[in-house]
């Protein structure tokens, strides 16, 4: 296990949920509910879930694609989100 990789990968994921919109629909979702531990256990279940699917893609595309690629893919990708981000409309 290289536990290096272990925790540089828990606390990136960690800090890029926080304040996420899966965060903020699990609060919504576990503010107007009977039953948080329902909405815990769920939103538990998704993230897991999601995280395996995005390493077995990446696992994927790993074989198909030189490393150096992936990242630029990947660069661009979130420079894309951060432009859309900072450049979209108010909607107030």
């Known amino acids: 296990m ?6 540089l990968s828990f606390i990136t994921v960690f800090l890029a949920e926080i304040g996420d919109k899966s965060q903020l629909a699990a ?5 107007t509910s009977k039953y948080p531990r329902a909405v815990f256990l769920g939103s538990t279940v998704a993230l897991i879930l999601a ?3 995005g ?6 595309f ?8 992936l990242k630029a893919f990947a660069a661009i990708g979130f420079a894309i989100m951060a432009l859309r981000l900072v450049w979209q409309p108010h909607k107030f």
């Open 62 to 69: 790993a074989q198909i694609l030189p490393e150096r690629l």
């Open 51 to 53: 995280s395996f699917l």
């Open 27 to 31: 609060i919504a979702l576990g503010g």
């Open 2 to 7: 290289d536990w290096q990789l272990l925790g």
């Open 55 to 60: 390493v077995i893609a990446g696992g994927g």
